[in-house]
C-alpha cells in the first residue's frame, strides 16, 4: 500500500500540470454537482434570486445583459454545470491529447465566468484558486510547447505560494489571531463553526493558541519553503495538506482540499527548480 502511494505521489510531482488540471477539476466538479442538486437559492426569495442580484450585476450594453439574463433561466443554468460536470470529467480522466485537455480547461474558465452572476452570493476561495488552475493550464497548453506548459506550472506554483504569505500577513494585524483566540471564535459560528470542536478548544485553551499560532507562522513562513532549493517543502506541504483536511472536516470547507492541493506538485517544481515530464 505504502509503496503504491508512493508511486502516485511520484507521478503527480513528475506531471504537476496534469496533477493540476485532475484535482482542480475535482473542484468544478463538485461546485457543479453541488449546483445542479441544490436549486433553493436560485429560487424565488434565494440568495441568488436573479429578481434581486440582476442589478447587483448589471450588464454595460443590452447584449451583454440579455446574455446574463439568458443564463440566469434555470434550464439554461442547469445545462452549463451539466456540461461543465462533463469537461471536468474529461481533465480527470487519464486523455493526454493536449488539444483536448486545452479545450476542456478553456470551457470550464469560459463557462465559470459566464455563470458567475448567476451565483454571485457563496462562491469563495476554492472558486478564484480552480479558475487560476483552469486558466494558467490553458494557456500552458495552447502554447503546445514544454516551455509554455512549464511556464503555467511555474505561475501555479507562485501563486499558491504568494496566496498563502497573503492569508498570514494579512492574518497577523487582528489581535484575535495573535492573541490565538480566532480559532475558537470562528468554531463558534454556525456558518463555519463545529461544537465538538469549539468545546475541546474551550476545554484546553493553551492547545488552542497553539494551533492558532502554527497557522499563523505556516502562512506568514510559507515562502520560506522555496529557499535551499526546496529542502523543507515536502514538510510544509504536508502541514499544510493536514490543514485544508482540517478545515475541511471541522469547517466544511472540502472544495478547497480538493483546490490548493492540486498545486502543491507545482510549488514543489518551482521550489526545487524541476519541470514538466514530457
Not at 480566532?182 to 494551533?211: C, H, V
Not at 495538506?241 to 482540517?246: D, E, N, Q, T
Request: aromatic share 8%; proline share 4%.
Amino acid at each position: 500500500m505504502l509503496s503504491r502511494l508512493r508511486r502516485v505521489a511520484e507521478a503527480a510531482c513528475a506531471h504537476p500540470l496534469a496533477t493540476a488540471e485532475r484535482l482542480s477539476a475535482a473542484t468544478h466538479l463538485l461546485s457543479s454537482l453541488e449546483y445542479l442538486v441544490r436549486r433553493t437559492d436560485r429560487q424565488p426569495g434565494g440568495l441568488n434570486d436573479w429578481n434581486h442580484t440582476r442589478s447587483q450585476v448589471p450588464g454595460r450594453t443590452k447584449a451583454t445583459q440579455a446574455v446574463k439574463d439568458f443564463v440566469a433561466r434555470e434550464p439554461v443554468t442547469q445545462a452549463i454545470h451539466a456540461s461543465r460536470v462533463l469537461a471536468a470529467a474529461v481533465l480527470i480522466s487519464p486523455v493526454r491529447n493536449n488539444s483536448v485537455r486545452m479545450a476542456a480547461n478553456a470551457y470550464l474558465v469560459g463557462s465559470q465566468l459566464v455563470v458567475y452572476p448567476r451565483h454571485l452570493f457563496g462562491t469563495d476561495g476554492s472558486d478564484q484558486v480552480s479558475f487560476l488552475v483552469q486558466t494558467a493550464a490553458a494557456l500552458g497548453r495552447a502554447g503546445g510547447s514544454d516551455a509554455t506548459r512549464n511556464a503555467a506550472v511555474q505561475f501555479i506554483g507562485a501563486q499558491t505560494v504568494l496566496s498563502y504569505g497573503a492569508s498570514g500577513w494579512a492574518k497577523l494585524p487582528g489581535d484575535a489571531w495573535r492573541s490565538g483566540d480566532a480559532l475558537a471564535k470562528i468554531m463558534r459560528t454556525q456558518t463555519y463553526g463545529d461544537e465538538w470542536f469549539f468545546n475541546k478548544l474551550e476545554k484546553y485553551p493553551a492547545a488552542s493558541r497553539a494551533i492558532c499560532h502554527a497557522v499563523l507562522a505556516l502562512e506568514c513562513g510559507f515562502p520560506l519553503l522555496l529557499l535551499k532549493k526546496g529542502k523543507y517543502v515536502d514538510a510544509g506541504l504536508a502541514a499544510m495538506g493536514a490543514f485544508h483536511l482540517a478545515n475541511a472536516r471541522f469547517m466544511g470547507l472540502s472544495r478547497f482540499a480538493w483546490a490548493f492541493v492540486s498545486t502543491y506538485p507545482s510549488v514543489r517544481a518551482l521550489a526545487k527548480g524541476t519541470k514538466e515530464a514530457a
